[in-house]
């Protein structure tokens, strides 16, 4: 089944500790993101990339940090400069950037500090 | 962006349609509106999008007014597993983002 796969699905993290959430997809599609959602809160924008060795910062990108070595390949780590990183964190994919093409999401990662 | 206005909760009994309304009174005529759920603990599922024209797929049919500045997404037969928070999103169509506001909670009831 094509989809998007999100590990681990619970994740602790250590005081100083950098953190890496993995996101993979199998659909082919040449954007990724990053969001994350904090309790009763919407979403909000962390990273996305439109293609293969290239990512933009969204809205709230500092303390975290992103690679796109590969196209079905987008992981996110959480450094140890980010001194809020309690939330559920989300990927997603679409074929394109635009707003035209829908965004589809992994399962989550949840993360909790120690 | 476009705000939208969505009714906190609903509840809908189970086997019949479920009718979701949404404002989108500044709407532009760049701007999509989608429809997303969100059952706890799990990711955001794409539900159904269009510009102007009324759209069905296999999950919901979604209206949008001639003046667009509202739509309904209709979920034809409501189950227990359609529980969720569903949100309606205005997109436009050069945006990289997807902003969800606080959605309306979706109870279907046996």
């Known amino acids: 089944d094509g989809g998007i796969t999100q590990s681990p699905k619970y994740l602790f993290r250590k005081e100083g500790q950098n953190v890496t959430l993995s996101c993979e997809q199998n659909?082919?599609?040449?954007?990724m993101y990053w969001y994350r959602q904090d309790p009763g809160q919407g979403l909000r924008l962390i990273y996305y990339?439109?293609?293969?060795?290239?990512?933009q910062k969204g809205d709230i990108a500092e303390g975290y940090s992103v690679s796109r070595e590969k196209k079905e390949s987008f992981p996110l780590t959480v450094t140890s400069a980010q001194k809020n990183p309690t939330a559920f964190y989300l990927c997603?994919?679409?074929?394109?950037?635009?707003?035209?093409?829908?965004?589809?999401f992994g399962d989550g990662t949840r993360l909790s500090i120690l | 962006d476009a705000k939208t206005t969505q009714p906190t909760s609903m509840d809908c009994a189970e086997g019949r349609a479920a009718n979701l309304p949404c404002n989108h009174s500044?709407?532009?005529?760049?701007?999509?509106v989608y429809w997303y759920r969100q059952i706890h603990s799990q990711g955001p599922q794409y539900i159904i999008h269009?510009?102007?024209n009324n759209e069905t797929n296999e999950m919901a049919s979604l209206i949008i007014t001639e003046d667009r500045k509202s739509s309904t997404l209709i979920l034809p037969h409501a189950t227990l597993r359609d529980t969720a928070v569903y949100y309606c999103?205005?997109?436009?169509?050069?945006?990289?983002?997807?902003?969800f506001g606080a959605g309306t909670t979706v109870t279907v009831r046996a």
């Open positions: 997603a994919s679409s074929i394109s950037r635009t707003g035209s093409q829908p965004q589809h």
């Open positions: 659909l082919n599609h040449d954007a």
């Open positions: 990339s439109q293609i293969v060795n290239d990512f």
């Open positions: 500044t709407i532009s005529g760049n701007e999509y």
């Open positions: 269009g510009l102007k």
């Open positions: 999103i205005v997109r436009v169509v050069n945006d990289y983002k997807l902003s």
